[in-house]
């Protein structure tokens, strides 16, 4: 198994910046890559962007291509979300997620971002 903690959520005007944070335990030799996604009210839950475990290229949605940025700490337990630029339309719950072998198997318990304009 693997645990997922997502911290760095909150409130921030349009045009503020935000940084979340994901740090994975447990069987974390599994995992072969991690990613955002995040879930606005009577949406569906939608992704965001991901990053191999080891290391290669990140994957962004197009909505936020050259507003956010995924990256991983050395020790690769912990995974960022820089986010800049926000919109109200980024106003989501945001999930941490992660990849072992071929899908999403494990979560985080999500994160609030609420951009007001």
């Known amino acids: 198994q693997v645990q997922l903690v997502e911290s760095g959520g909150g409130s921030v005007q349009a045009g503020g910046s935000l940084r979340l944070s994901c740090a994975a335990s447990?069987?974390?030799?599994?995992?072969?890559?991690m990613g955002w996604f995040r879930q606005a009210p009577g949406k569906e839950r939608e992704f965001v962007a991901s990053?191999?475990?080891?290391?290669?290229?990140?994957n962004y949605a197009d909505s936020v291509k050259g507003r956010f940025t995924i990256s991983r700490d050395n020790a690769k337990t912990t995974i960022y979300l820089q986010m800049n630029f926000l919109k109200p339309e980024d106003t989501a719950v945001y999930y941490c997620?992660?990849?072992?072998?071929?899908?999403?198997?494990?979560w985080g318990q999500g994160t609030q971002v609420t951009v007001s304009s």
């Open positions: 997620s992660a990849d072992s072998g071929g899908s999403w198997d494990y």
């Open positions: 447990g069987r974390t030799f599994s995992i072969y890559s």
């Open positions: 990053i191999p475990w080891t290391g290669g290229r990140k």
